[in-house]
C-alpha cells in the first residue's frame, strides 16, 4: 500500500494499443463485453494479440506532496499515454493508479474548452468538472483573469483566441484553482517567453504551497526551473527515476541510441583501413560513460588495416543529440602524423584523442570518427554515434541565477570604481 502522504501511486501500469482500428474496435468490444459479466480480461500479463503494441510497459512511481516532477523522453515513448491516465482520460489495460486530491491538468491545447462559449463561461464550466461551486469560483475568478492577461477578450468566443491565448487561458484556470496534483503536457512551449516565465515563477510557488506536478516537455532547457526530479520514459518503460540532472542527460542519450544501433548494423564489408574501435576514458584510465564538468577525457580509438597507411589523419566531432555537431577537431591541425602499418601492429594502433578540460554542461554526448590518407580524397572509414558519454554534474540553473546551456565558459566579474 503507498504512504498515506502520497499524492500520485502508478503500480504495475500497462497500456496496450492497436494500430489497425477495425482490430481495435473489435478488441474493445470483446474487452468491454468480458468486464460487463465481470470476467475481467483474459490476457496474459505482456501477451499480445495481433497488430497490438506496448504503449506504457510495467510502470512504478510515486509522487508526494510538493514534487514537481519532469516527465520525458522520445517521441512515442509513452510519456502522453501514462499522463492522460492519471488523469482519468483513458484507463490502464493492467496495473492500478490511485490518486489522493483533487487534479488540475493542461494535457493538449484547448482540452476542455467548448470554442463557442467565451472565456468567462469556460472558467466556471472547467471549475464545474474540478467540483467547485459558483461561489469557490467567484472568489478567484480576477484572479484568473488577471494571470492570464486576457481581460480584453474573456467575454468574446474561445475560438477567436490565438493559441498562445488559449494555453493563458488554459493554464490560469488549471494552475490557479489550486488542484492536489497539476498536470501539464508541452504546452507551456506555446506563447510569449515573459508569459512562460510568469508560468514557471508561479509553479514554484504552487510547489512552495504543497501541490504536486507533472511537467512534460521536450524543451528539456525550461524543467531546471521548477523540477527537481526527472522520470525518462524510452519504448513505454521507465529508464530512470531520480534526480533531474542524471536524467537529462539519460533523455539525450536515449535520442541518439536509434543511431548508434543503425552504426552497429553497419555491413562488414572489408575496406582497407577503418576505425574499429573507439571509447572514452577518465583520468584514471579507466573506461566511464559520466563526467562533471571540467573533468579530464580522453577518446580513445582503435585503428585497424589491412595494407600499410601512411600519413594517417583522423577527423573527431564531437556532437550532441539535440544540437547536433559542438566541435570538430583534427590531428592535421596540430601536425599529428603516423601510420597503421599491419605488420608491425596486426592488432591496429591506439591513438588517444584528450580534452584536459571537458567544457560542456549537463547533457549526452558522442564522437561521430572519420579515418583519411594524406590526401584530402583518400576517406577510408567513418564510425558515427560511437564513444557515447554524459555530463552529470554539477547542477546548473537556467532562471538567471547560475549557468545553462551547452558550454561552461571561463569566466569573471568586475565592476569600475
Known amino acids: 500500500m ?35 459479466l465481470g470476467r475481467g480480461k483474459d490476457r496474459e500479463p505482456g501477451k499480445l494479440r495481433p497488430g497490438e503494441f506496448l504503449s506504457v510497459k510495467d510502470a512504478n512511481f510515486s509522487i508526494g506532496p510538493g514534487e514537481c516532477v519532469a516527465m520525458i523522453g ?3 515513448a509513452g510519456k502522453s499515454t501514462m499522463l492522460k491516465m492519471i488523469n482519468g482520460l483513458i484507463k490502464p489495460d493492467m496495473g492500478r493508479i490511485q490518486i489522493r486530491g483533487k487534479i488540475g491538468a493542461l494535457i493538449e491545447l484547448g482540452t476542455g474548452f467548448n470554442p463557442v462559449l467565451s472565456g468567462r463561461e469556460n472558467i466556471y464550466i472547467n471549475a464545474a468538472v474540478l467540483g467547485l461551486s459558483k461561489r469557490q469560483v467567484d472568489e478567484v475568478f480576477d484572479k484568473i483573469v488577471d494571470f492570464s492577461e486576457l481581460p480584453h477578450v474573456i467575454d468574446a468566443p474561445v475560438k477567436t483566441y490565438s493559441s498562445g491565448m488559449r494555453v493563458r487561458l488554459g493554464f490560469s484556470v488549471a494552475a490557479n484553482l489550486r488542484p492536489q496534483l497539476l498536470l501539464i503536457d508541452e504546452v507551456l512551449a506555446v506563447g510569449d517567453v515573459g508569459f512562460r516565465m510568469k508560468c514557471f515563477k508561479h509553479l514554484r510557488t504552487l510547489v512552495a504551497n504543497g501541490v504536486s506536478i507533472i511537467l512534460v516537455t521536450h524543451a528539456i532547457g525550461m524543467l531546471q526551473r521548477v523540477a527537481t526530479r526527472s522520470i525518462v520514459f ?29 552504426v552497429e548494423r553497419r555491413q562488414s564489408a572489408a575496406r582497407a583501413a577503418e576505425v574499429a574501435n573507439a571509447f572514452v576514458v577518465s583520468h584514471d584510465g579507466e573506461e566511464s560513460k559520466e563526467f562533471h564538468t571540467g573533468d579530464v577525457v580522453q577518446l580513445r580509438i582503435q585503428l585497424t588495416s589491412q595494407e600499410k597507411v601512411h600519413n594517417a589523419r583522423i577527423v573527431a566531432a ?18 599529428f602524423v603516423f601510420d597503421i602499418d599491419p605488420a608491425t601492429h596486426p592488432d591496429g594502433v591506439w591513438v588517444t584523442l584528450e580534452l584536459p578540460r571537458l567544457p560542456f554542461l549537463i547533457g549526452a554526448f558522442h564522437f561521430n570518427i572519420s579515418l583519411y590518407g ?21 547542477p546548473v540553473d537556467v532562471d538567471g541565477r547560475g549557468i545553462s546551456g551547452v558550454v561552461g565558459l571561463e569566466h569573471s566579474w568586475s565592476i569600475e570604481s
Open 318 to 335: 564531437l556532437c550532441s543529440p539535440t544540437l547536433g555537431v559542438l566541435a570538430s577537431i583534427s590531428t592535421a591541425h596540430q601536425n
Open 374 to 394: 594524406p590526401e584530402t580524397t583518400e576517406f577510408y572509414h567513418r564510425r558515427s554515434a560511437c564513444a557515447n558519454f554524459r555530463v552529470v554534474g554539477p
Open 74 to 76: 522520445p517521441n512515442g
Open 2 to 36: 503507498p504512504d498515506e502522504q502520497t499524492i500520485l501511486d502508478v503500480s504495475n501500469v500497462t497500456k496496450v494499443y492497436c494500430r489497425n482500428l477495425k482490430r481495435a474496435m473489435r478488441y474493445g468490444l470483446y474487452d468491454l463485453g468480458r468486464e460487463v
Open 234 to 262: 524510452n519504448h513505454g518503460r521507465i529508464v530512470h527515476d531520480g534526480e533531474l540532472e542524471a536524467g537529462c542527460a539519460v533523455y539525450e542519450e536515449v535520442l541518439g541510441a536509434s543511431e548508434r544501433e543503425r
